[in-house]
């Protein structure tokens, strides 16, 4: 079973940086993807970046030029760096990977985080 596990979160004002990350069980260049999702309070989760095995990325258009998406193969950790951060910001953050067979994916438990205005 693939264990993922967030770390990272936490509380910062706006307009500051924080970064995630994700250490997976497995090696993360075996996954079609991994990636972050978030899910507001109230609100369903959504993308916020993901890195496939190609290392192409993608940003939801809320993220884009202020989050960064990252992964060390060696370590197997994945990262997501989030600058000029805005109270809209404020979720739990889930790490996520999928695998290569369709229906396998994978979920870590979360990580807060909160932007105070």
């Known amino acids: 079973q693939v264990q993922l596990v967030e770390s990272g979160g936490g509380l910062v004002q706006t307009g500051g940086s924080l970064r995630l990350s994700c250490t997976v069980s497995?090696?993360?260049?075996?996954?079609?993807?991994v990636g972050w999702y978030r899910r507001a309070p109230g609100k369903q989760r959504e993308l916020a970046a993901t890195?496939?095995?190609?290392?192409?990325?993608n940003y939801a258009d809320s993220v884009k030029g202020r989050f960064a998406i990252s992964r060390d193969k060696v370590k197997n950790t994945l990262y997501l760096q989030m600058n000029s951060l805005k109270p809209e910001d404020t979720a739990v953050y889930y790490c996520?990977?999928?695998?290569?067979?369709?229906?396998?994916?994978?979920w870590g438990k979360g990580t807060l985080v909160t932007v105070s205005s």
């Open positions: 996520n990977a999928q695998s290569w067979n369709p229906g396998e994916n994978y």
């Open positions: 497995q090696r993360v260049s075996s996954f079609y993807a």
């Open positions: 890195i496939t095995a190609a290392d192409n990325t």
